[in-house]
Structure formats: structure tokens, C-alpha cells
């Protein structure tokens, strides 16, 4: 259930055929952009989510440039002739973002140099028999097959499965001298620790995030984002497998929980110009 940290095209765009109906506009931005409001240019909503659910078949939700970091749940049935249509304006300047800045870092005691946040977030994919939550896939990947992603300063840091292995890997990343090249790849090699920028275990059972940066500085130095969201644009998997998105033209690739279902087209959505990008 894990997704590359490279941005992901989301292609969903330009006006599609058949009776249109409303322009529906979103603009986080707006001073007065207001998730109450009627989605004009006067008064726009202020998240797609919110658009996602008042549109109808026909309508089209116009997006103003920005980065929106939110989850959008398509629960709206559009038609074949009359889709659904999101579309970004001006095209390609808009990012859904699975991903929150974390902030108010502290210092744990030990040596390592490890730093940790409250974490709140769990994915949690089945439960076993006894009833415990199962958090990774596949079964014997308990750590990369997380769901959980820690970027800092636009590098994808390296999980690890506890406090220990989190000191074990600072003491890795501290041996031998760094390879420019190696070092500077934006996703780490899992077997070369000179490609790590720094490491990260997500204490869920605890409600902590810890992290640990090769150079051991303090995380509130940079910027640290963490993906918060186990959905980011897409139909529920569980309970919308009747809908599936229409992609006449071009392929589309949705992440974390994304379904494309090729069961009946209840939601349709026309495929055209770059909408952004679905990141983390």
C-alpha cells in the first residue's frame, strides 16, 4: 500500500460532451473561500473534497492553482455522456497532497540524536484474528510495507520498525565517507545506508513519530512533511466497487487506495488536459 514519493500525474481535465451543467469553483486561496459558500468566483469553496460532494452529473469543478492537502472521496454518480469533471485552472498548477508539516519537535534522551512528534495517524489495512491491527503489506514486510512516508527538505527518509533499529540506522548512516552521488538521490537505496539522509519509526501503538537525520541536526530546522492520509483522490475501495473512473484516452494512475473497478460507469470522468499532481 505504499506509494513512490515522485509525484504522481492525477490527468483529469478539459470539458467534456453532452449537457453541461454547473461550474462549481474551488480556491483555497480566496480570502474568503469558505467551504460554506456557493462556489462562485465571488465566494468559492475552499477544498475540492467539498466540491467532489455537491457536484452532480454534468457539473465541473474548477480548481484554482495551489497546493491542497486533503483527501477526496468521489461519492457522486456522473454519466457517460454528463460526467463529473475536475478541472485545474490554469492546467497543471494544482497538487493534492497526502502529506502534513510537522512542527513542535523534541528531543529524546539517549544518544542518537532522535527527535519524535505526537502521531495520531494509523492505516490500518485488516485486523488478524485476535483482533490486532494489521498495519503493513504484504505479511512478511512488518516495515516497508508501511504505509507511512517522512520527507525532509524533499528527501524520502528510511522507516524503521523501533527505537532500536531507528539508533542502529544514525549509526549506519555515520560510517564511512558519503558518496556525492549516492547522497544526493532524492529516494534511498534500503541497502546502502550512504544514500540515507536520516530515519524514521512510527510508534503508533504509542502515538509518536521519531525521527533521526544523518547529520543529527534538530528536524525543526527543516521542512518535515509526513503523509496523513490514507486516500488522496479516488473511490473508496470498500464501499464503492460499483464505480469506476472513465479514461477514454489516457491511462491514469491514482495513489494510496485508489480503485479503478470495471464494473458498470456510475462516476465518469472525463480525461483530458494535466490536473496536477498526487503526491505522498
Not at 222 to 249: I, K, M, N, Y
Request: with cysteine; proline share 8%.
Amino acid at each position: 500500500m505504499r506509494t513512490s514519493l515522485l509525484a504522481v500525474l492525477l490527468v483529469l481535465g478539459s470539458a467534456a460532451g453532452g449537457v453541461q451543467g454547473r461550474e462549481i469553483l474551488v480556491d483555497r486561496g480566496h480570502p474568503l473561500a469558505d467551504d460554506s459558500n456557493p462556489g462562485t468566483p465571488e465566494r468559492p469553496l475552499r477544498t475540492i473534497a467539498k466540491g467532489a460532494e455537491v457536484a452532480r452529473a454534468g457539473d465541473t469543478v474548477v480548481v484554482k492553482a495551489g497546493v491542497y492537502r486533503e483527501s477526496v472521496i468521489l461519492t457522486q454518480d456522473g454519466a457517460p455522456n454528463t460526467p463529473i469533471v475536475f478541472l485545474a485552472d490554469p492546467i497543471g498548477s494544482v497538487t493534492i497532497t497526502g502529506a502534513d508539516p510537522l512542527i513542535g519537535w523534541e528531543r529524546v534522551v539517549g544518544e542518537a540524536p532522535i527527535y519524535r512528534v505526537p502521531w495520531r495517524h494509523r492505516f490500518v489495512i485488516n485486523t488478524a484474528p485476535d483482533g490486532t491491527p494489521i498495519e503493513h503489506h504484504p505479511e512478511d514486510a512488518p516495515v516497508w510495507g508501511r504505509a507511512e512516508q517522512v520527507i525532509v527538505d524533499g528527501f524520502q527518509m528510511v522507516p524503521t520498525g523501533d527505537l532500536e533499529a531507528l539508533s542502529l540506522a544514525y549509526q549506519e548512516m555515520g560510517r564511512g565517507a558519503r558518496r556525492d552521488s549516492a547522497y544526493g538521490a532524492t529516494v534511498p537505496d534500503p541497502r546502502d545506508p550512504q544514500t540515507w539522509r536520516g530515519a524514521f519509526f512510527a510508534d503508533t501503538e504509542n502515538g509518536f513519530l521519531y525521527l533521526c537525520l544523518a547529520d543529527g541536526s534538530d528536524p525543526s530546522a527543516h521542512q518535515v512533511l509526513a503523509s496523513t492520509r490514507g486516500l488522496l483522490f479516488g473511490t473508496d475501495p470498500w464501499r464503492d466497487r460499483g464505480r469506476r473512473l472513465e479514461r477514454p484516452r489516457e491511462r491514469i494512475r491514482v495513489s494510496v487506495w485508489g480503485h479503478l473497478s470495471p464494473a458498470s460507469c456510475r462516476l465518469a470522468l472525463r480525461i483530458g488536459q494535466p490536473f496536477g499532481a498526487v503526491c505522498c
